[in-house]
């Protein structure tokens, strides 16, 4: 899906065609991807939060669950020394400006019914 919109020299090019929104809706993607794994769509609403924004960036995956939710790193990978990281400033890089940051780490997120 990302293969034209994938640059890890530049990990913000293309970052709004990499972004993931549930918004009382589900997204396209999110469905295809539980329907290969045999979870249906009514079952993945009731997994997932009703508004869920996730990033997918090269060397990061990060969420935000609601419109004010703190935005949360998911997975982190080491930046090659070369990179332009973290590049200009994207709306989600924007958003985590105005939050306070903490060290960045890695994390599992888990749901249950």
């Not at 034209?4 to 929104?21: D, L, Q, V």
């Not at 997932?48 to 990033?55: A, K, V, Y």
């Not at 703190?70 to 890089?93: D, F």
């Amino acid at each position: 899906h990302y293969r034209h919109h994938w640059f890890p020299e530049k990990p913000f090019k293309g970052s709004g065609y990499r972004c993931i929104r549930i918004n009382h809706r589900m997204d396209p993607i999110i469905g295809r991807a539980a329907g290969r794994v045999g979870l249906s769509l009514a079952r993945l609403l009731q997994l997932l939060p009703r508004e869920l924004t996730l990033w997918v960036d090269p060397f990061e995956v990060s969420y935000r669950i609601g419109d004010d939710g703190s935005i949360c790193v998911l997975y982190e990978a080491t930046k090659p020394p070369s990179s332009s990281y973290p590049g200009p400033l994207t709306c989600k890089n924007q958003m985590m400006l105005a939050c306070s940051a903490s060290p960045s780490k890695n994390y599992i997120v888990t749901v249950s019914s």
